[in-house]
């Protein structure tokens, strides 16, 4: 299962709302869709599971929707914590693939 | 609480083999799978290989197939990704990341080095 992300980067303002799109080669099992945010020098830190479920910590501004092929991560309000790479990843007991990244930086 | 403890950073030379371990607590580990993820310098995340425990089944991303091997030691509850002969490409961050109830729990990563 190949997942492909856009926008590759995107340059916004604090306030601003933002949904970053991933699309899965083939239908995928809405339990098995996980977002997740990275910093440079940070490991890659768990938003979304199943989808839509918040982890642990994770604020109410970031919400994940989808089915099928086609899931989307939005952040209602961007604050300055919240630019950094985005990757959507598909998990389960096949191979765990991951998306090429979405870059959210400030204008 | 699930933790995933990896080894230090290592620098190798080309042609020279390494062993990086993951060493978990807090979960049942042969119920659940593990996997090892490589992130190369200022790159994305690429699945290598995934181990279930119980049962040693493997899945090996086509990409790394041969050139790595996964293992699992149920007696320490800990992961391994053996490279057989590295190259300079595989210097990366390599960690590991296991499946736990449909929550995804990650090391903090092992940094590889490989240079002449």
């Known amino acids: 299962i190949v997942l492909t992300q856009s926008p590759g980067t995107l340059s916004l303002s604090p306030g601003e709302r933002v949904t970053l799109s991933c699309t899965a080669s083939?239908?995928?099992?809405?339990?098995?869709v996980a977002w997740y945010q990275q910093k440079p020098g940070q490991p890659p830190r768990l938003l979304i599971y199943?989808?839509?479920s918040r982890a642990t910590g994770i604020p109410d501004r970031f919400s994940g929707d989808g089915s099928g092929t086609d899931f989307t991560l939005t952040i209602s309000r961007l604050e300055p914590g919240d630019f950094a790479v985005y990757y959507c990843?598909?998990?389960?007991?096949?191979?765990?693939?991951f998306g090429q990244g979405s870059n959210v930086d400030i204008k | 609480d699930v933790q995933l403890v990896q080894s230090g950073a290592d620098v190798k030379k080309p042609g020279e083999s390494l062993k990086i371990s993951c060493r978990t607590s807090?979960?049942?580990?042969?119920?659940?799978?593990i996997a090892w993820v490589r992130q190369l310098p200022g790159r994305g995340l690429d699945c290598m290989a995934m181990?279930?425990?119980?049962?040693?089944?493997?899945r090996y991303s086509p990409a790394f197939q041969g050139h790595v091997t996964i293992s699992a030691d149920r007696s320490t509850n800990s992961a391994y990704l053996h490279f057989h002969s590295l190259e300079a490409s595989d210097t990366a961050t390599y960690y590991c990341?296991?499946?736990?109830?449909?929550?995804?729990?990650w090391g903090r990563g092992t940094l590889v080095t490989v240079s002449s």
């Open positions: 181990i279930y425990p119980s049962d040693y089944d493997t």
């Open positions: 990843q598909h998990y389960g007991s096949s191979l765990w693939t």
């Open positions: 807090g979960y049942p580990f042969p119920n659940y799978w």
């Open positions: 083939q239908t995928v099992s809405s339990s098995s």
């Open positions: 199943a989808t839509s």
């Open positions: 990341v296991t499946l736990v109830t449909g929550i995804n729990y």
